[in-house]
């Protein structure tokens, strides 16, 4: 072999390398680089504790709270996000801040604006869930993920797929979470189908998730009025000293007020005038109640509400019928 094609193969294998190094390292970080900005601030709210607070409107779709608890070996994710943009942004704060942890996800409710930021993690990461909640996941995700990529646009929905919970949540169950004991609480149609909370009775805390409507109104497309009015009685029979998923404590606890607030109005209205041989579409063409008047000043609730109450009315209206 002549020097000159000993050289030419050294300098190809040289070649072959690099572009290999490249891809490997392209692959590791996935399409973050693509990613938008995404500051991302977790504030601690008890040891081991940390919360993203909810934040309606968020132009990324991460409106709802992601909470993380830790210990020295073992880091708990609840509702990653919407996208796996998100995921990664939390996997970058998670190695800055926890290194060195195994990690677990939970995803409380079957709503793509807390589930679809599950991508971001390696395949075979335990994902805890209700059984009810991977069922309507996978019956209802494609639809979801292609809705949000059509509202958040491609550079925030890049990368993102549907992986399913792994790990079976039973009702009653106790995890260990940042040392210490959380009850799982199931809850069927009080904001979807199949929601959990957590309830630490220690320190009379709670996580409500998706039961507290941290965009302003209730949405009851996927539940009913009275379980959700059940569980957030549930909630506030135990006189909890925080709940977490707001900017602070007393902000959930408000929550919790005003989303029941808005249940009970609810609840009240529809029953009256049912009672008083009223139509749907003749009660909607009436003036609000009193008691419902400041949900309604804006457009955007006022849509809302006359859905919930379409929905609601039309579920009344089969159980009287007897339509299963």
């Given at each position: 072999m002549t020097p000159l094609l000993r050289q030419w193969r050294a300098l190809r294998r040289m070649a072959l390398c690099s572009c290999a190094l490249l891809a490997a390292l392209l692959h590791s970080t996935g399409t973050s680089a693509a990613c938008p900005p995404l500051p991302l601030a977790l504030h601690a709210v008890a040891p081991g504790v940390w919360v993203k607070p909810a934040q309606p409107n968020a132009p990324s779709g991460w409106t709802e709270p992601t909470l993380v608890w830790a210990d020295a070996h073992t880091a708990w994710v609840l509702?990653?996000?919407?996208?796996?943009?998100?995921?990664?942004?939390?996997?970058?704060?998670?190695q800055q801040h926890l290194p060195g942890r195994t990690q677990h996800l939970i995803n409380t409710h079957a709503h793509p604006e807390n589930v679809l930021a599950n991508s971001a993690w390696p395949a075979g990461t335990p994902i805890h869930a209700l059984a009810g909640t991977r069922e309507q996941m996978n019956k209802r995700c494609p639809t979801c993920l292609a809705h949000l990529r059509q509202t958040l646009g491609q550079r925030w929905m890049q990368g993102s797929t549907i992986v399913l919970p792994n790990h079976t949540l039973q009702p009653g169950q106790w995890l260990t979470l940042a040392g210490q004991r959380w009850q799982v609480r199931a809850h069927t149609h009080a904001h979807t189908e199949s929601s959990l909370s957590l309830w630490q009775p220690e320190?009379?805390?709670?996580?409500?998730?998706?039961?507290?409507?941290?965009?302003?109104?209730?949405?009851?497309?996927?539940?009913?009025?009275?379980?959700?009015?059940?569980?957030?009685?549930?909630?506030?029979?135990?006189?909890?000293?925080?709940?977490?998923?707001?900017?602070?404590?007393?902000?959930?606890?408000?929550?919790?007020?005003?989303?029941?607030?808005?249940?009970?109005?609810?609840?009240?209205?529809?029953?009256?005038?049912?009672?008083?041989?009223?139509?749907?579409?003749?009660?909607?063409?009436?003036?609000?109640?009193?008691?419902?008047?400041?949900?309604?000043?804006?457009?955007?609730?006022?849509?809302?509400?006359?859905?919930?109450?379409?929905?609601?009315?039309?579920?009344?209206?089969?159980?009287?019928?007897?339509?299963?």
């Amino acid at each position: 072999m002549t020097p000159l094609l000993r050289q030419w193969r050294a300098l190809r294998r040289m070649a072959l390398c690099s572009c290999a190094l490249l891809a490997a390292l392209l692959h590791s970080t996935g399409t973050s680089a693509a990613c938008p900005p995404l500051p991302l601030a977790l504030h601690a709210v008890a040891p081991g504790v940390w919360v993203k607070p909810a934040q309606p409107n968020a132009p990324s779709g991460w409106t709802e709270p992601t909470l993380v608890w830790a210990d020295a070996h073992t880091a708990w994710v609840l509702d990653p996000g919407p996208h796996r943009c998100a995921g990664l942004a939390l996997r970058r704060w998670l190695q800055q801040h926890l290194p060195g942890r195994t990690q677990h996800l939970i995803n409380t409710h079957a709503h793509p604006e807390n589930v679809l930021a599950n991508s971001a993690w390696p395949a075979g990461t335990p994902i805890h869930a209700l059984a009810g909640t991977r069922e309507q996941m996978n019956k209802r995700c494609p639809t979801c993920l292609a809705h949000l990529r059509q509202t958040l646009g491609q550079r925030w929905m890049q990368g993102s797929t549907i992986v399913l919970p792994n790990h079976t949540l039973q009702p009653g169950q106790w995890l260990t979470l940042a040392g210490q004991r959380w009850q799982v609480r199931a809850h069927t149609h009080a904001h979807t189908e199949s929601s959990l909370s957590l309830w630490q009775p220690e320190q009379r805390t709670w996580v409500a998730a998706g039961l507290l409507a941290w965009g302003g109104l209730p949405d009851l497309g996927r539940s009913r009025v009275q379980p959700w009015l059940t569980a957030l009685n549930e909630i506030q029979a135990t006189r909890p000293h925080a709940l977490w998923g707001g900017p602070s404590s007393a902000s959930g606890l408000a929550q919790l007020a005003r989303t029941q607030g808005y249940l009970q109005a609810l609840d009240g209205d529809i029953t009256q005038a049912m009672a008083q041989g009223k139509s749907v579409l003749e009660h909607l063409g009436q003036p609000p109640a009193p008691a419902l008047v400041p949900w309604v000043r804006e457009l955007p609730m006022k849509q809302r509400h006359e859905l919930n109450v379409m929905h609601e009315w039309r579920l009344r209206e089969e159980e009287d019928w007897g339509v299963e």
